[in-house]
């Protein structure tokens, strides 16, 4: 493996992976630390991170507590993991919730805590990491979308339009973050089989596990691309379905309530 970071070869890059206590965080965490790179984690439930560290990985993986929606938390374990290891060099903002809702669910209290740890999660760990990363003028930051967000879904509101607003999140940073040596990118899962999605109550089409998305990561990194996305055959049915006009997408989306 050549890496790409400033790092020397004998030098492995440093990771940090929010949400990488379960599912895609988990088997990321694995895959990246079989390739030798040191690779911290974090969640809000130590347990699930210590099942992380404890259920593969080459290189042992580090454990750092936080809460997303705490800028004072994700501070701290920023700050903690450059004394202790050195500069990110990849960035995995990945923690995630969800609940789907149908209209007659309508929940407020729903909308406001998939924004606060989706969106605004995101944009607090992008706060703590821009400053380290501006003056090495080096890092990359992968913020875990959703295929699911290229278009307002039925039953998934609250969850999807987070996702949107990361993806436009990223495509307003991209410009001006390259200009200063640092890549923000997207990752895009389709179904994956995790607590997230154990909620679901319909047969997901194209699912896969968490380590086919940890691989699909994995094989797409070293690229040059700006989104990653997976699986594929599905990601292109999820971007046809972007470029149709809205009258053909509502209707198709009406017969789906069906
Ligand atoms: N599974 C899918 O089909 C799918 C598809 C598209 C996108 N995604 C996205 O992929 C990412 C990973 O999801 P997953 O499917 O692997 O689900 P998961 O197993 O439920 O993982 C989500 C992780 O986020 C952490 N988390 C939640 N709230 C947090 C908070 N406030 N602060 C810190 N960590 C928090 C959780 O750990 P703690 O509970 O310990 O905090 C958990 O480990 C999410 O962003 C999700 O939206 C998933």
Same mark, same amino acid.
């Given at each position: 493996?050549?890496?790409?970071?400033?790092?020397?070869?004998?030098?492995?890059?440093?990771?940090?992976?929010?949400?990488?206590?379960?599912?895609?965080?988990?088997?990321?965490?694995?895959?990246?630390?079989?390739?030798?790179?040191?690779?911290?984690?974090?969640?809000?439930?130590?347990?699930?991170?210590?099942?992380? *560290?404890?259920?593969? =990985?080459?290189?042992?993986?580090? @454990?750092?507590?936080?809460?997303? &929606?705490?800028?004072? +938390?994700?501070? $701290?374990?920023?700050?903690?993991?450059?004394?202790?290891?050195?500069?990110?060099?990849?960035?995995?903002?990945?923690?995630?919730?969800?609940?789907?809702?149908?209209?007659?669910?309508?929940?407020?209290?729903?909308?406001?805590?998939?924004?606060?740890?989706?969106?605004?999660?995101?944009?607090?760990?992008?706060? *703590?990491?821009?400053? =380290?990363?501006?003056?090495?003028? @080096?890092?990359?930051?992968?913020? &875990?979308?959703?295929? +699911?967000?290229? $278009?307002?879904?039925?039953?998934?509101?609250?969850?999807?339009?987070?996702?949107?607003?990361?993806?436009?999140?990223?495509?307003?940073?991209?410009?001006?973050?390259?200009?200063?040596?640092?890549?923000?990118?997207?990752?895009?899962?389709?179904?994956?089989?995790?607590?997230?999605?154990?909620?679901?109550?319909?047969?997901?089409?194209?699912?896969?596990?968490?380590?086919?998305?940890?691989?699909?990561?994995?094989?797409?990194?070293? +690229?040059?691309?700006?989104?990653?996305?997976?699986?594929?055959?599905?990601?292109?049915?999820?971007?046809?379905?972007?470029?149709?006009?809205?009258?053909?997408?509502?209707?198709?989306?009406?017969?789906?309530?069906?």
């Amino acid at each position: 493996m050549v890496f790409t970071s400033k790092h020397e070869e004998s030098s492995p890059p440093i990771v940090w992976i929010t949400g990488g206590g379960s599912g895609i965080g988990r088997s990321l965490a694995h895959t990246l630390s079989n390739m030798g790179w040191i690779v911290v984690i974090s969640g809000r439930n130590r347990e699930k991170l210590i099942k992380t *560290a404890a259920t593969g =990985g080459k290189q042992p993986i580090q @454990q750092m507590t936080l809460d997303v &929606t705490d800028p004072q +938390s994700v501070s $701290r374990v920023i700050g903690e993991i450059e004394r202790q290891y050195g500069g990110i060099d990849y960035a995995f903002l990945n923690a995630g919730d969800y609940s789907p809702m149908r209209l007659k669910e309508f929940n407020l209290e729903l909308f406001h805590r998939l924004n606060d740890v989706n969106y605004l999660g995101v944009v607090n760990c992008l706060a *703590a990491l821009l400053p =380290g990363m501006r003056q090495r003028a @080096q890092g990359q930051i992968l913020i &875990t979308a959703s295929l +699911s967000a290229y $278009r307002g879904l039925p039953g998934a509101a609250p969850y999807s339009a987070t996702k949107a607003a990361l993806i436009n999140l990223a495509e307003s940073l991209q410009p001006e973050l390259s200009q200063l040596g640092i890549r923000i990118r997207l990752i895009n899962p389709g179904f994956v089989a995790t607590e997230l999605t154990e909620k679901n109550d319909f047969k997901m089409p194209f699912l896969i596990t968490p380590a086919m998305a940890a691989e699909a990561i994995q094989n797409q990194l070293l +690229s040059k691309r700006f989104e990653i996305r997976f699986p594929t055959t599905f990601s292109w049915i999820m971007k046809a379905l972007s470029w149709i006009p809205y009258r053909i997408y509502f209707a198709l989306m009406r017969r789906l309530l069906k």
